[in-house]
Protein backbone atom coordinates (compact mmCIF):
# COMPACT_ATOMS: atom_id res chain seq x y z
CA UNK A 1 0.00 0.00 0.00
CA UNK A 2 2.60 2.40 1.10
CA UNK A 3 4.51 1.22 -2.50
CA UNK A 4 1.18 2.14 -4.36
CA UNK A 5 0.95 5.45 -2.68
CA UNK A 6 4.68 6.80 -3.47
CA UNK A 7 4.05 5.53 -7.01
CA UNK A 8 1.09 7.53 -7.60
CA UNK A 9 2.21 10.67 -5.73
CA UNK A 10 5.45 10.45 -7.76
CA UNK A 11 3.84 10.28 -11.36
CA UNK A 12 1.30 13.25 -9.85
CA UNK A 13 4.52 15.72 -9.35
CA UNK A 14 6.04 14.83 -12.66
CA UNK A 15 2.94 15.63 -14.61
CA UNK A 16 2.46 19.04 -13.01
CA UNK A 17 6.00 20.02 -13.43
CA UNK A 18 5.28 18.81 -17.65
CA UNK A 19 2.35 21.11 -17.73
CA UNK A 20 4.52 24.11 -16.09
CA UNK A 21 6.98 23.47 -18.65
CA UNK A 22 4.76 23.85 -21.48
CA UNK A 23 3.70 27.07 -20.41
CA UNK A 24 6.51 28.81 -20.15
CA UNK A 25 8.66 29.10 -22.79
CA UNK A 26 12.07 30.43 -22.18
CA UNK A 27 12.46 33.62 -23.62
CA UNK A 28 15.68 32.78 -25.64
CA UNK A 29 13.04 30.59 -27.09
CA UNK A 30 9.87 33.11 -27.61
CA UNK A 31 9.63 34.23 -31.85
CA UNK A 32 11.26 37.35 -32.24
CA UNK A 33 8.85 40.79 -32.49
CA UNK A 34 7.65 41.16 -36.28
CA UNK A 35 8.71 44.56 -37.28
CA UNK A 36 8.28 46.62 -40.84
CA UNK A 37 11.55 46.83 -42.93
CA UNK A 38 12.75 50.24 -42.93
CA UNK A 39 12.36 51.11 -46.28
CA UNK A 40 9.00 51.17 -45.14
CA UNK A 41 9.03 54.01 -42.86
CA UNK A 42 9.62 57.22 -45.24
CA UNK A 43 9.11 61.09 -44.89
CA UNK A 44 7.37 63.00 -47.81
CA UNK A 45 9.15 66.14 -47.11
CA UNK A 46 12.29 67.24 -45.09
CA UNK A 47 11.30 70.29 -43.08
CA UNK A 48 14.21 70.63 -41.22
CA UNK A 49 15.73 73.96 -42.28
CA UNK A 50 18.99 73.88 -44.47
CA UNK A 51 20.09 77.61 -44.55
CA UNK A 52 23.18 79.34 -46.17
CA UNK A 53 26.34 77.08 -47.04
CA UNK A 54 29.65 78.09 -49.08
CA UNK A 55 29.62 76.48 -52.61
CA UNK A 56 25.95 75.81 -52.81
CA UNK A 57 23.43 77.71 -55.47
CA UNK A 58 20.07 79.59 -55.15
CA UNK A 59 17.82 80.25 -57.66
CA UNK A 60 14.79 82.94 -56.84
CA UNK A 61 11.36 83.48 -58.65
CA UNK A 62 10.32 86.89 -57.90
CA UNK A 63 7.18 89.30 -59.23
CA UNK A 64 9.11 92.92 -58.72
CA UNK A 65 7.06 96.37 -59.43
CA UNK A 66 9.59 98.69 -60.81
CA UNK A 67 9.06 102.14 -60.08
CA UNK A 68 11.40 104.57 -62.08
CA UNK A 69 11.71 107.62 -59.73
CA UNK A 70 12.88 110.65 -63.00
CA UNK A 71 15.16 111.89 -59.96
CA UNK A 72 15.80 114.78 -62.64
CA UNK A 73 14.98 115.35 -66.49
CA UNK A 74 15.21 118.03 -69.19
CA UNK A 75 14.26 118.42 -72.75
CA UNK A 76 16.44 120.26 -75.00
CA UNK A 77 15.57 121.07 -78.75
CA UNK A 78 11.97 122.10 -77.66
CA UNK A 79 10.66 125.95 -76.68
CA UNK A 80 9.94 126.34 -73.30
CA UNK A 81 12.23 122.90 -72.24
CA UNK A 82 10.31 120.67 -69.94
CA UNK A 83 10.70 117.56 -68.47
CA UNK A 84 9.90 113.14 -68.88
CA UNK A 85 8.34 110.93 -66.87
CA UNK A 86 8.39 106.82 -67.41
CA UNK A 87 5.66 104.74 -66.60
CA UNK A 88 5.67 101.80 -63.44
CA UNK A 89 5.75 98.24 -63.98
CA UNK A 90 5.33 94.53 -62.89
CA UNK A 91 7.05 92.07 -64.39
CA UNK A 92 8.60 88.54 -63.03
CA UNK A 93 11.91 88.08 -62.56
CA UNK A 94 14.57 85.67 -61.93
CA UNK A 95 18.11 85.82 -59.89
CA UNK A 96 20.68 83.05 -59.50
CA UNK A 97 23.20 83.38 -56.53
CA UNK A 98 26.23 81.72 -55.32
CA UNK A 99 27.34 81.55 -52.38
CA UNK A 100 31.43 82.28 -51.84
CA UNK A 101 31.01 81.20 -48.16
CA UNK A 102 28.35 80.88 -45.65
CA UNK A 103 28.06 84.76 -46.12
CA UNK A 104 29.28 86.30 -49.33
CA UNK A 105 27.28 85.67 -52.41
CA UNK A 106 27.17 86.78 -55.60
CA UNK A 107 23.73 87.39 -57.62
CA UNK A 108 22.68 87.69 -61.19
CA UNK A 109 19.76 89.26 -61.76
CA UNK A 110 17.44 89.14 -65.13
CA UNK A 111 14.45 90.47 -65.91
CA UNK A 112 13.11 92.50 -68.42
CA UNK A 113 10.33 95.32 -68.71
CA UNK A 114 8.04 97.43 -70.90
CA UNK A 115 7.59 101.09 -70.26
CA UNK A 116 5.51 104.24 -71.90
CA UNK A 117 7.75 107.48 -71.66
CA UNK A 118 5.93 111.21 -71.70
CA UNK A 119 6.93 114.81 -72.33
CA UNK A 120 5.65 117.33 -69.70
CA UNK A 121 6.15 120.73 -71.32
CA UNK A 122 4.10 124.21 -72.16
CA UNK A 123 4.60 123.32 -75.66
CA UNK A 124 2.91 119.79 -75.73
CA UNK A 125 1.06 120.01 -72.33
CA UNK A 126 1.07 117.42 -69.38
CA UNK A 127 1.84 113.82 -70.25
CA UNK A 128 2.44 113.83 -73.34
CA UNK A 129 2.82 109.94 -75.18
CA UNK A 130 6.55 110.02 -76.64
CA UNK A 131 6.46 106.24 -77.38
CA UNK A 132 7.65 103.29 -75.52
CA UNK A 133 10.55 101.20 -74.86
CA UNK A 134 11.97 97.72 -73.52
CA UNK A 135 14.42 97.97 -71.06
CA UNK A 136 16.40 94.91 -70.42
CA UNK A 137 18.79 95.37 -66.93
CA UNK A 138 21.34 92.75 -66.24
CA UNK A 139 22.68 93.31 -62.44
CA UNK A 140 25.38 91.86 -60.95
CA UNK A 141 25.57 92.28 -56.68
CA UNK A 142 28.30 90.92 -54.40
CA UNK A 143 25.74 90.31 -51.13
CA UNK A 144 26.63 89.80 -46.99
CA UNK A 145 24.22 87.45 -45.47
CA UNK A 146 23.98 88.08 -42.00
CA UNK A 147 22.83 84.79 -39.87
CA UNK A 148 23.33 82.55 -42.72
CA UNK A 149 22.50 79.33 -40.84
CA UNK A 150 19.09 80.84 -39.33
CA UNK A 151 15.88 80.18 -40.90
CA UNK A 152 16.10 84.65 -40.92
CA UNK A 153 18.70 85.83 -42.75
CA UNK A 154 18.84 89.27 -44.43
CA UNK A 155 21.19 90.59 -46.46
CA UNK A 156 22.65 93.36 -48.14
CA UNK A 157 24.38 94.27 -51.21
CA UNK A 158 26.11 96.41 -53.80
CA UNK A 159 26.31 96.01 -57.79
CA UNK A 160 26.74 97.52 -61.20
CA UNK A 161 24.38 97.37 -63.75
CA UNK A 162 23.96 97.52 -67.12
CA UNK A 163 20.85 98.25 -69.07
CA UNK A 164 20.37 97.91 -72.52
CA UNK A 165 17.08 99.36 -74.32
CA UNK A 166 15.52 97.49 -77.05
CA UNK A 167 12.33 97.40 -79.41
CA UNK A 168 11.91 101.35 -79.18
CA UNK A 169 9.03 102.82 -80.39
CA UNK A 170 8.25 106.42 -81.04
CA UNK A 171 4.10 107.32 -80.07
CA UNK A 172 3.40 108.23 -84.05
CA UNK A 173 1.32 111.62 -82.92
CA UNK A 174 4.42 114.07 -83.57
CA UNK A 175 6.97 112.19 -82.50
CA UNK A 176 8.22 109.69 -85.62
CA UNK A 177 10.99 108.71 -84.45
CA UNK A 178 12.49 107.77 -80.57
CA UNK A 179 16.01 106.24 -79.42
CA UNK A 180 17.33 105.52 -76.41
CA UNK A 181 20.73 105.29 -75.10
CA UNK A 182 22.22 102.36 -73.07
CA UNK A 183 23.85 102.90 -70.17
CA UNK A 184 25.91 101.63 -66.95
CA UNK A 185 25.17 102.52 -63.08
CA UNK A 186 25.56 101.44 -59.65
CA UNK A 187 23.03 99.32 -57.72
CA UNK A 188 22.28 98.93 -53.92
CA UNK A 189 19.93 96.46 -52.09
CA UNK A 190 18.87 95.00 -49.13
CA UNK A 191 16.72 91.98 -48.48
CA UNK A 192 15.79 88.78 -46.10
CA UNK A 193 15.23 84.74 -46.51
CA UNK A 194 13.22 82.89 -44.67
CA UNK A 195 14.06 78.81 -44.28
CA UNK A 196 10.22 77.94 -44.19
CA UNK A 197 10.97 73.88 -44.88
CA UNK A 198 14.41 72.12 -45.92
CA UNK A 199 15.80 73.84 -48.98
CA UNK A 200 12.46 76.29 -49.66
CA UNK A 201 13.11 79.89 -49.14
CA UNK A 202 10.87 83.55 -48.87
CA UNK A 203 11.94 86.33 -50.10
CA UNK A 204 11.78 90.10 -49.92
CA UNK A 205 14.39 92.32 -51.47
CA UNK A 206 14.84 96.11 -52.50
CA UNK A 207 17.18 97.49 -54.85
CA UNK A 208 18.37 100.94 -55.87
CA UNK A 209 19.40 101.14 -59.56
CA UNK A 210 21.43 104.68 -60.98
CA UNK A 211 20.91 105.10 -64.20
CA UNK A 212 20.41 107.86 -66.12
CA UNK A 213 19.48 107.67 -70.17
CA UNK A 214 19.29 110.33 -72.95
CA UNK A 215 16.21 109.73 -75.26
CA UNK A 216 16.59 111.33 -78.80
CA UNK A 217 13.57 112.23 -80.64
CA UNK A 218 12.68 112.77 -84.38
CA UNK A 219 16.76 112.18 -85.64
CA UNK A 220 18.25 113.98 -82.77
CA UNK A 221 16.40 117.26 -83.63
CA UNK A 222 14.83 117.13 -79.86
CA UNK A 223 16.98 115.64 -77.08
CA UNK A 224 15.44 113.88 -73.22
CA UNK A 225 18.08 113.29 -70.61
CA UNK A 226 16.38 111.38 -67.46
CA UNK A 227 17.75 109.87 -64.45
CA UNK A 228 15.44 107.18 -64.62
CA UNK A 229 17.34 106.10 -61.02
CA UNK A 230 14.46 102.80 -60.59
CA UNK A 231 13.41 101.77 -57.40
CA UNK A 232 12.50 97.91 -57.53
CA UNK A 233 11.01 96.38 -55.26
CA UNK A 234 10.29 92.24 -55.45
CA UNK A 235 8.87 89.40 -53.27
CA UNK A 236 9.27 85.84 -54.20
CA UNK A 237 10.38 82.17 -53.48
CA UNK A 238 14.18 80.01 -53.43
CA UNK A 239 15.32 77.28 -53.66
CA UNK A 240 19.16 76.44 -52.81
CA UNK A 241 20.71 73.68 -54.51
Same mark, same amino acid.
Given at each position: ?? $????????????????????????????????????????? @???? /?????? /??????? !????????????????? @???????????????????????????????????? $?????????????????????????????????????????????????????????????? $?????????? /????????????????????? $???????????? !????? /??????????????????
Amino acid at each position: MK $KLLFATTLLTAMAASGMASAQTTPAAAQPAPVTAPADLTFA @LTDD /APVGKA /AGTFMIR !GRVIGVIPLNSSSSISG @LPGGGTVSTSNQVAPEVDFSYFLTDNIALELIAATT $KHDLYANSPVLGNNYHVGSTWVLPPTLLAQYHFMPHERFSPYVGAGLNVTFFYATSAAGNAV $KQLAMSNNVG /AAVQAGFDYNFSGHWFTNFDV $KQIFLNTTASID !GGAIH /AHDALNPLVVGAGVGYRF
